[in-house]
């Protein structure tokens, strides 16, 4: 096991890494900036690094600032946490160049399944059914022409490189083709250096439905289940549950099956998530995720498993501990993302959190590294914390989400806390009846008023 581990990365996902090391008895390490020298998990550490400025790319992304921290503590591995340099394949390498761990994937899967067009080439070698679509980028417009009349339109312009729903553009007609192409590739070459662009059939009403993996790196692979992902703002997830309402047992442990034979083919380590969409009973890959998702925690609820702390352990060369037939499904789970922003404009909203009483009981989690008195900065991503909710049934973890989402208190902020009460009282979302674009139709059609 490792004697020390640094965790490149800020709020609640860092505390949630410092919990599993605790949990593991294993002295960690906090990085910050100097914007959050003031920061839950700062204060939480063993010990902890400046490791420069506010701006992510000159102190969580600084790469030299973090080996130096890694040297000067002694820590010999790094959690990379999601963001930041989590699917960094640069950066696990460097890591290994100086004998520190990365705790993620090997190196050549990050970077497989980084380049999105790679990574669809990749899963359907691998026997995962893709979404209609290029075989690989695009390099001129006629050519796209081409492309789309074959698959028809509406398609959708995506970015090798994106994430976040960035360099993302839908073209309904064949008229809009060039125009979607300009403004993806420009997108994408200001947001990832990469301008390489490919087409994908757009889906109407699909739902947003991703497999949680777990390898040990030598050929053995697990599948815990999905997590629907369907109710999204701008192609972000806004809340998170499991099992997918939309699923029954066959079809998961179908599709579950699917993707960890491919995981065990690949001798994947660590865990990931296989994305898809899911319309009229098929799946379609989007992209894989080489890292701890934020969502996590609703897979954590339902299996029992600690993820972080099955992640560490492979890490440090672990077997798996579990065969597939000794994960267990119970009850039913959802995540909503509280983020610190008007639950109307979403313009977001830092500032100092005056009072913050956070809900509690039976089947409630709050992962948050937020608490009275602090002043959410506004270098970062903003979020405020995630509230996890499990019950027996969905019903029951529907009631539960309602009471407790009645019990959170955040003032001095705005936060998206009246959109879920919003939510959790509305027929579609208590049927389980939503897809993708479900949430921004709902809120263009005055969701939100009064
Ligand atoms: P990113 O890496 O930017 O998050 P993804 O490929 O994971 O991009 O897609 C994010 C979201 O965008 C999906 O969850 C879905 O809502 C939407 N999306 C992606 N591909 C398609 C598609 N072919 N048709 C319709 N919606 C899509």
């Known amino acids: ?72 503590t002694g820590a010999d591995a790094v959690h990379p946490g999601y963001g930041f340099l989590s699917e960094n394949a640069r950066f696990a390498e460097i890591l290994a160049e100086h004998n520190i761990q990365f705790i993620g994937p090997k190196a050549e899967h990050i970077r497989q399944m980084g380049d999105k067009i790679e990574a669809k080439r990749t899963a359907k070698a691998l026997g995962i059914p893709c979404v209609p679509g290029s075989e690989g980028g695009v390099s001129s417009d006629a050519e796209a022409i081409g492309i789309a009349r074959a698959i028809g339109f509406p398609v959708l312009v995506k970015a090798a490189a994106g994430g976040g729903g960035r360099g993302m553009k839908v073209a309904q007609r064949e008229e809009d083709l060039a125009m979607a192409l300009a403004t993806a590739r420009a997108e994408a070459k200001a947001a990832f250096g990469d301008d390489a662009v490919y087409l994908e059939k757009y889906l109407t009403r699909p739902r947003h439905i991703e497999i949680q993996v777990l390898g040990d790196g030598r050929g053995n692979a697990i599948h815990l289940g999905e997590r629907d992902c369907s109710l999204q703002r701008r192609h972000q997830k806004v809340w998170e549950e499991s099992p997918s309402p939309a699923l029954n047992v066959a079809a998961r442990f179908e599709i579950g099956e699917v993707v960890a034979r491919a995981m065990r083919e690949l ?81 977001p909203s830092p500032g100092t959190i005056r009072s913050y009483h956070p809900p509690g009981g039976l089947g409630v989690r709050v992962d948050s590294a937020v608490y009275q008195g602090y002043t959410i900065p506004p270098y970062y991503d903003s979020m405020v914390g995630k509230l996890i909710v499990h019950g027996k049934t969905r019903t029951e973890c529907l009631m539960r989400l309602k009471r407790a989402l009645d019990e959170f208190v955040v003032d001095g902020i705005d936060t998206t806390l009246p959109l879920f009460q919003r939510l959790v009282r509305t027929q579609d979302i208590i049927d389980g009846n939503y897809h993708i674009h479900w949430l921004e139709h709902f809120l263009a059609n005055g969701g939100m008023e009064p």
């Open 1 to 72: 096991m490792f004697d020390k581990i640094l965790i490149a990365n800020r709020g609640e996902i860092a505390l949630r890494v410092l919990r599993a090391c605790q949990e593991l008895g294993i002295p960690t390490v906090a990085v910050h900036s100097t914007a959050d020298a003031d920061a839950m998990h700062v204060r939480l550490a063993d010990e902890s690094v400046c490791i420069g400025p506010p701006p992510a790319k000159d102190s969580y992304l600084n790469v030299p600032a973090l080996l130096a921290a890694c040297e000067i």
């Open 267 to 347: 001798k994947y380590l660590g865990l990931g998530t296989v994305e898809f969409l899911y319309e009229d009973g098929q799946f379609y890959f989007i992209e894989m995720n080489t890292r701890i998702q934020v969502e996590h925690p609703v897979t954590e609820m339902i299996t029992g498993l600690d993820l972080v702390l099955e992640q560490i352990r492979v890490a440090a060369g672990g077997e798996l501990p579990l065969t597939q037939h000794d994960v267990e499904f119970r009850g039913h789970a959802i995540e909503c993302r509280v983020n610190a922003e008007n639950a109307k404009t979403f313009v």
